[in-house]
């Protein structure tokens, strides 16, 4: 069949457009969808990013190959690109290239943290991490990110607002975590060794920021800080910067080597949980230096001392997670079923004595926040509260935090005896000279039956509670007491002088009348008492010679002196006795109260338990009513009040001349 000329003409035509020219087509996106093909990369998304792949076609390579076999590309892209394209592509590919390749090396110091019990170490572990390949790609990665970020022909500051920097320091921060991994296998069962041979590097390792007792013992595990996530925390609170952040997990203190029972029976208590951050450094002035350069530093810091470093000449933010040590503390610790178990657990030979935890390495130079929980509770009573004290930024630079557990079936003196003698060890042990701005003016915060105890360790006692404790008994009876030893470190007391403000929430001062009500009364008749409490106990009553009528005068039940709970009734000799008693004057303090129902008027509301009339204090710098139950130290709205007098606190402090 012939065809006019008009069809051949057509036809040519056609087959010159198709050989020819590449025809571009437009088709309009969801921008959610180019933001998200954006942010893809070899950390996130597992294959290169847009402008890593962009960079590799244009020198004409394969980016698969390339992503294969990293090195053969990397030595041609120097001289087919431009040197930020070069360097950042680089370690991209050396990333995808760490991601492929097994964990065998760091997957226990990865996960072993984890475990509750950790696994022993094995000594075989050590010789494989110099020459795993994982490692030796990771180095590689931080070595052209490092490259990239402080040796190229840009600053990092004339990039400041480029997706690629942010993108190559994720690189950097990620590399540096796997690198940090190898060398605490590398270093296992050497305390502090330093070099360590790790993927093919000669590793140096500096400490910044520790006291050289926080870090005498061989942690059991590290952990990466931004891959843990935590339950019940409102908030993780962190600091984008250069480095990668970490937990190094240490043994109990009783399983230290060479501490034994008697490390064990100390109240104070370090915590076992360390916030590190780390970066890698690489020796030389020169592009060529870095990437010759066959050893490095690995520099760990006290994110909680040191915010920043000098590198390359500028200062660099370092990269911090304030919030991963404490979660993984409370997931560990198990603390509220000890409380509970000390509470109704019979047969206890004696009681524990109180705990200080310290939230976070001491500093001298910080203030202290010191937190007392209240009934039946434990230091998890403040999760999202310590939390948010330790991630603001302001309060971290300025305050440390502190927490005491204590047993709460013990009677309100008991503990406050306790307690104070715990403090002061604790005081004595960090700064013996009693003069660190650690010791003075620190901030006493309790809540329920410890904001009770918390007023009674700032109150001047004199006589009152002694006298009142004893009018029940005749003269003679009342008069051998009163000279008694145990009688008096009860109950007379002076106010702790390292501290200069209270907050209370939800405490009963004057008593919890549902304490009264008939289920607390069944659950104050379950309490058990320790038997050296109960053996101290008859042996005061007969020394004493004081006989059962006295004992059940003042709230004795055959033979078992009172517990805190009983203590807690409107109607206890411990109200009685400790009514009227007043802070040390001149010591500014505020309450927090619960306001369960707010359609009733405040002076007559309650939390549920404690009424507002036993929460209200005459004199205190504010009140706050929040809408709430009595686990009102939890609520936003009581966390945003103690911030708010924290800086108050601050300011006041600066006002009298405290740094």
Known sequence: MSRSPAAWLALGLAVLLGSGCAVVKVKERAFGDVAVERNVDALSGGR??????????????????????????????????????????????????????????????????????????????????????RTRAAIEAA???????????????????????????????????????????????????????????????ALHGYESSEIEQQPEALLASDTLGFDNLRAVYRRDGFGTSLVAVFPRRSAAAGQGPAAAS?????????????????????????????????????????????????????????????????ARSELARLSLSSLLRPKQARAFSPRVYLNQPYD?????????????????????????????????????LWQVFYPTNLSILGNRAAIESALQRTFAHYDPQGDDVASRDGVLVGHSMGGVISRLLLS??????????????????????????????????????QFGRAVFLASPHRGAVVTDGWPLRMVRKLIRLPFDVL?????????SQVDQDQLQKIGFRKGRPPTGPDD?????LFMRSTAGLSLEPGLPFHTVVGWRDPTVPLAQSSDGVVPYAS???????????????????????????????????????????GR
């Open 460 to 497: 001047d006692s004199g006589d009152q509670v002694r006298e009142a404790s004893l009018s029940n008994f005749d003269a003679a009876t009342a008069q051998r007491l009163r000279e008694d030893p145990l009688v008096r470190e009860l109950t007379v007391f002076r106010p702790m002088p």
């Open 266 to 330: 100390l109240p104070y208590r370090d915590t076992r949980y360390l916030p590190v951050t780390a970066t890698l450094r690489f020796d030389g002035d020169s592009l060529d230096a870095v990437l010759a350069d066959r050893s490095a530093r690995m520099d760990v810091y006290n994110p909680f001392r040191i915010e920043s470093e000098t590198i390359a000449g500028r200062s660099v933010p370092l990269a911090a997670n304030y919030s991963a040590a404490y979660g993984i503390w409370l």
């Open 143 to 205: 070595r052209y990110a490092y490259a990239y970020l402080f040796l190229s022909p840009r600053t990092p500051e004339q990039r400041v607002f480029e997706a690629r920097q942010e993108r190559v320091l994720r690189f950097y921060n990620r590399a540096v975590d796997v690198v940090a991994q190898a060398a605490f296998e590398a270093s296992r069962g050497r305390v502090g060794a330093s070099p360590v041979q790790v993927g093919g590097l000669e590793l140096s390792v």
């Open 568 to 572: 807690l009734s409107p109607h206890s």
């Open 364 to 400: 001298p130079d910080k203030r202290v926040i010191v937190l007392v929980h209240g009934l039946a509770s434990s230091p998890e009573a403040w999760v999202n509260l310590a939390n948010e004290v330790l991630g603001d930024e302001t309060l971290r630079r300025h305050y440390q």
């Open 48 to 133: 290169l990013s847009a402008s890593a792949a962009s960079v590799l076609g244009s020198a004409g390579l394969d980016a698969e190959t390339c992503a294969r076999e990293p090195e053969p590309c990397i030595g041609q892209l120097r001289t087919l690109a431009a040197v930020e394209d070069w360097l950042a592509a680089s370690a991209e590919l050396q990333l995808l290239r760490m991601n492929a390749l097994p964990a065998s090396v760091t997957q226990a110091a990865e996960s072993a943290g984890l475990a509750r019990k950790p696994a022993a170490p094995t000594a075989a572990a050590a010789p494989d991490v110099a020459a795993d390949p």
């Open 615 to 657: 929460a209200h204090l005459d004199g205190a710098q504010s009140e706050k009513a929040i809408v709430s139950g009595h686990s009102v130290q939890e609520t936003p709205q009581a966390i945003l009040e103690l911030r708010r007098i924290l800086r108050i606190d601050l300011a006041e402090y600066r006002r009298r001349g």
């Open 535 to 543: 053996r101290d106990t008859a042996e005061l009553i007969q020394r």
